[in-house]
């Protein structure tokens, strides 16, 4: 059974600081690229970060040199280091898992996902 959980999400003020994680199971999850989506109230879900099996990654420009996305492929854990956290990162976030990168950037989304955890930022 395929299994992506996500934790520590929480609330903080501005400016602060996140670490989200994701716990991977019943996947060869050093053969997967893998990304953290976000979902506020009244948005669409917005692709953050991505990480392809070899480590390589990719960021939204709006959070480009705040998060940092990672992966230990010995843990099975996909990792999202927020800093500098602003009102409008505020939302649910997903991380979420396909064989094919591409999958990220096309209509179809990627294959698995977790439920998400939340993260509100007051200002």
């Known amino acids: 059974q395929v299994q992506f959980v996500e934790s520590g999400g929480g609330s903080v003020p501005f400016g602060g600081s996140l670490r989200l994680s994701c716990a991977a199971s019943?996947?060869?999850?050093?053969?997967?690229?893998m990304g953290w989506y976000r979902q506020a109230p009244g948005n669409q879900r917005e692709l953050v970060a991505t990480?392809?099996?070899?480590?390589?990654?990719n960021y939204v420009d709006s959070v480009k040199g705040r998060f940092t996305i990672s992966r230990d492929n010995a843990k099975n854990m996909l990792y999202l280091e927020m800093n500098s956290l602003k009102p409008e990162d505020a939302a649910v976030y997903y991380c979420?898992?396909?064989?094919?990168?591409?999958?990220?950037?096309?209509?179809?989304?990627?294959?698995?996902w977790g439920e998400g955890t939340l993260v509100t930022v007051s200002s």
């Open positions: 979420s898992g396909d064989l094919n990168l591409a999958r990220f950037y096309t209509v179809k989304p990627p294959q698995y």
């Open positions: 019943g996947v060869a999850f050093s053969d997967f690229a």
């Open positions: 990480i392809d099996k070899r480590g390589r990654t």
